[in-house]
């Protein structure tokens, strides 16, 4: 069965960095793009990031766009978010995201920006 595992979150000051992971299990992970979505408390979902599937083309938010970088090691069968210049506002639960017929996603990692 599809497995979407995220990890790598935590509590960081803001213009601090983290690396999310989102290790994937279950499926030919190379034949499809992913994504990252976050989650705020008391707010909707929002889109984060996107990859295709060989990593040559991605797409990002308008409020994380030069800040965050999606990538793909598919050897690994993992996508990765690497977050810099973090800002309190980046505070949420960050989720990956597979489409293959319905949507499948993660647990979730907290990523909390204080100081």
């Known amino acids: 069965q599809v497995q979407l595992v995220e990890s790598g979150g935590g509590l960081v000051q803001p213009g601090g960095s983290l690396r999310l992971s989102c290790a994937a299990s279950g499926f030919s992970f190379s034949d499809y793009p992913m994504r990252w979505y976050r989650q705020a408390p008391g707010k909707e979902r929002e889109f984060v990031a996107h990859?295709?599937?060989?990593?040559?083309?991605?797409n990002y938010a308008d409020s994380v766009k030069g800040r965050f970088t999606i990538s793909r090691d598919n050897a690994k069968n993992t996508v990765y978010l690497q977050m810099n210049s973090l800002k309190p506002e980046d505070t949420a639960v960050y989720l990956c995201?597979?489409?293959?017929?319905?949507?499948?996603w993660g647990q979730g990692t907290q990523v909390t920006v204080s100081s």
């Open positions: 995201k597979l489409l293959m017929g319905r949507e499948y």
């Open positions: 990859i295709t599937r060989f990593g040559g083309t991605t």
